[in-house]
């Protein structure tokens, strides 16, 4: 059975295209049901309007709490009946109740090789440290920020010639491949998680 995904995300939404792509070309067997994103004005929203994909926008200045807030988003993904959730650029922290109750069907990307250069400015912290070697990393969501099982992790060599938007590109371009495989791998039950650590083919 064809399984519904969410995709959060707060920014440009690359990675949101790249996996729209995948399920197009076919590389991805999901159906888009819907974007979360929490700020009005991210080139996403855009996006997700010319792929026809649902979008609730949840701002969480207009909820009095984080629990309602998180309600209105467990509302949309119940409607859609979402099997997994895929976080990507989404810069908001989700509360450890909505993290539970969705427990190992949340995944995330983050640009570093983690736990490495955590945190919203990876590339330029990783770029500016002066490591050789930074990457990708996708990994199960758990109550920590960019922490829990890691799914998949790939690096990226920095050389002396790499400035940082070109060290960015390279790793953006990684992303948009990396995703869409490892939600596939996911979804076609190829995962197995036992503890921290994740079995992949
Ligand atoms: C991606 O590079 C993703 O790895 C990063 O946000 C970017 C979103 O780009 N996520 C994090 O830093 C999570 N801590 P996009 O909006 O173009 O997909």
Known sequence: MIKNIAIFASGKGTNFSAIVA?????????????????????????KANRAGVRIIRAVRKDFATKKDFEAEIIRGLKEEDVDLIVLAGFMRILSPDFVRRYKNR??????????????????????????KLTGVTIHFV??????????????????????????????????????PHAIQL??????KLSGRKVKTP
């Open 186 to 191: 996911l979804l076609k039950g190829k995962l």
């Open 22 to 46: 995948a399920v197009s070309r076919k590389l991805l067997q999901a159906r888009i049901a819907l974007l979360v994103c929490d700020n009005p004005q991210a080139p996403v929203i855009k």
């Open 106 to 131: 949340i995944i995330n990307i983050h640009p570093s090789l983690l736990p490495a250069f955590k945190g919203a400015h990876a590339i330029k912290e990783a770029f500016h440290y002066g490591v």
């Open 142 to 179: 758990d109550e920590k920020i960019d922490h829990g099982p890691i799914i998949l992790q790939t690096p990226v060599a920095i050389s002396s010639k790499d400035t940082l938007e070109s060290l960015e590109d390279k790793i953006h371009t990684l992303e948009h491949s990396l995703y």
